[in-house]
């Protein structure tokens, strides 16, 4: 019985199939491999409808040694950040993102972009790269562009249905511009264009700002010689894949209204644990609506060393410790750190059964 255990109710501990005595005596056998696949079916089901498609190649580079080349390509999401995180922990500071994308979520952008110069990758344009993806091209060293590429910038807005300009949204731009080593005349270009608009970057713009840029053709990063999925692999824990998708949630349904009550009802079990009071689904759903009309403009820092993750059986419980922030149009702000506790069982699907936490401090 390979990648077999049996879990002991009677010590709450997983024992190998080679323990399993009898049924009567307390054992309940399972596959982990099973929970590992349905996971990540979930977590891939979840991302595919909204996340941008995120793979990773190898070519032969101009020295002969294998070239490591990730692609994102489509519309940026919330849940590619944690996606590109994952992929990055394990790739080399000579690797080449190709980007190809209108844009899609400012957050997304940042953050993937805050990897990429973490990791001193270099970034890749062939052909658009427009809004937030142009931001991820940014942090890139070198910036690669091929002759008939396209880069583009404008103002951040509030949303898909309201495209005015926020104020939020391009400080946060300036913020992380700056943070590349980029000077304001950067930052003002980029955010020069209105949200319906489109700067695109010259060759002339490029030398003006001192934004260094690499022209080639790059076909190293069309020539693949072997493809990877991080999500094909057998020897995943399950731990893993719950941790991607409670972080997952946690991150999407933060800077995201429609995805925070959206996953209530696609998620959420009849009946919640929610803050140590049973709620039905609708219960929780009208809380969450309340909290959003209230705290509009949402963040939050997940500190990724604190998260833990136990699965026993069909069960996963996810707990860790995160940095949050909300605030209102009235200019009203409210800042912590809180413990954060999800509970979920898989079976056809995912059911959410537990929420919870506490605020350790505010600030």
């Not at 979930?42 to 990773?56: C, L, Y």
């Not at 300009?165 to 946060?172: H, R, V, Y």
């Not at 209105?194 to 076909?219: F, K, N, T, Y």
Request: aromatic letters at 8%; glycine letters at 8%; charged letters at 25%.
């Amino acid at each position: 019985m390979e990648n077999c255990f049996a879990y002991d109710v009677r010590v709450g501990k997983v024992v190998s199939c080679a323990k399993w005595l009898d049924r009567d005596e307390g054992y309940v056998v399972f596959e982990y491999r099973s929970l590992v696949k349905m996971l990540a079916v979930i977590v891939a089901t979840t991302n595919s409808a909204i996340a941008a498609d995120i793979s990773v190649s190898e070519t032969d580079g101009p020295s002969g040694a294998k070239q490591s080349i990730v692609r994102i390509v489509g519309d940026m999401h919330v849940d590619d950040i944690l996606r590109f995180k994952q992929i990055s922990k394990s790739l080399p500071p000579q690797t080449i993102v190709s980007l190809e994308s209108p844009g899609g979520s400012l957050l997304a952008g940042i953050e993937i972009g805050k990897v990429i110069a973490a990791s001193s990758f270099a970034t890749s344009v062939q052909g658009v790269c427009a809004s937030s993806c142009a931001l991820v091209w940014l942090a890139g060293a070198p910036r690669i562009l091929a002759p008939s590429a396209k880069v583009g910038f404008h103002l951040a807005y509030k949303s898909d249905m309201d495209k005015t300009e926020s104020g939020a949204g391009n400080a946060l731009v300036g913020s992380y511009v700056t943070g590349l080593g980029f000077g304001d005349n950067v930052v003002r270009y980029i955010t020069s264009a209105a949200p319906g608009d489109m700067q695109w970057l010259s060759s002339r713009d490029s030398d003006l700002l001192g934004i260094d840029i690499v022209v080639s053709e790059d076909r190293q990063t069309r020539s693949v010689t072997r493809e990877t999925s991080p999500a094909d692999t057998e020897t995943v824990d399950p731990t893993v894949a719950a941790v991607e998708l409670i972080t997952s949630i946690i991150i999407a349904t933060t800077y995201s209204d429609a995805k925070a009550l959206e996953t209530v009802r696609q998620l959420y079990a009849d009946r919640v644990l929610y803050f140590g009071e049973m709620k039905s689904r609708v219960e929780v759903y009208t809380d969450k609506l309340k909290y959003i009309k209230r705290w509009p403009y949402r963040s939050v820092n997940l500190r990724e060393d604190s998260i833990s993750a136990s699965c026993q059986i069909s069960r996963c419980k996810v707990t860790g410790i995160y940095d949050w922030g909300v605030g209102n149009a009235k200019g009203r702000k409210k800042n912590g750190t809180a413990v954060f506790v999800y509970e979920f069982e898989v079976s056809d699907k995912i059911h959410i059964t537990t929420e919870g936490g506490e605020v350790l401090s505010r600030y």
